[in-house]
């Protein structure tokens, strides 16, 4: 049994203060990583990369890794609107770890921050990452792009632009597929009630909530079939 170590930091308020962008996109950012073995890992570091890295290291934390749970810019960084945005690439320049990303997201990440494939490990849906005793199972739901992944650890899902609590990642952008989200959004569905959904952006009041009630109040969760889906968001 683990002791987990779990913080969810807002962009603009938690970190990169004084970035109008990062106050305008509301990212979160997650840290995760067991306290026994002092590990950890950053889920989409984007914006002030140095303050994430300096506030796990401020918790006795050491980094061994990054999780990307999609490839657009305010996740790990690159050009967004005209504005260039910290991540992965300026993280790595201090930091020599791996970055974990679903592989139909490899070249997208490349593309996108200049980091080359050598220094990211593609994955396929249900591969688990281990972060000292923690394991991470990763789950491939395509739809907003085409290899975003959710992560589920200790009864808790970082789902990152898949799933919010109230909504879901556009289905709009080049990339994008809705029926490919209609499936995704099945399957997170399907987890048990109680686990605790942890978004990519704060698009509500809540920064987090059960499963049970995001489904109760989500409701792209409550289409009941594919064609429905198809016919209000495509």
């Known amino acids: 049994m683990t002791t987990l170590y779990f913080r969810q930091l807002l962009s603009g308020r938690d970190f990169a203060v004084e970035d109008a962008m990062a106050a305008q996109m509301v990212n979160f950012v997650y840290l995760i990583g067991d306290r026994d073995t002092g590990e950890a890992v950053v889920v989409d570091p984007a914006y002030a990369v140095a303050e994430l890295v300096d506030t796990l290291e401020a918790d006795g934390m050491r980094l061994t890794g990054v999780l990307a749970t999609h490839h657009h810019p305010d996740h790990v960084g690159g050009s967004m609107m005209g504005h ?26 490349t593309k996108v921050t200049g980091v080359g494939t050598d220094q990211l490990i593609s994955h396929e849906g249900g591969d688990v990452l281990r972060v000292g005793g923690l394991e991470l199972r990763m789950i491939h739901t395509p739809g907003h792009t085409p290899g975003s992944q959710c992560f589920l650890f200790e ?57 049970g009630a995001v489904k ?19």
């Open 155 to 211: 009864g808790m899902l970082v789902a990152g632009d898949t799933l919010f609590l109230q909504g879901c990642g556009r289905t709009d952008l080049p990339g994008s597929d809705p029926e490919a989200m209609f499936h995704s959004l099945r399957t997170l569905a399907a987890l048990p009630d109680e686990t605790a959904l942890f978004p990519g952006h704060r698009y509500s009041p809540p920064s987090s909530a059960v499963m």
């Open 84 to 109: 260039g945005i910290e991540g992965i690439d300026r993280l790595l320049e201090t930091s020599d770890v791996p970055v974990h990303v679903n592989r139909h997201e490899a070249g997208l990440v």
């Open 216 to 234: 109760e109040m989500n409701p792209v969760l409550r289409v009941p079939d594919k064609e429905q889906w198809l016919a209000a968001w495509n």
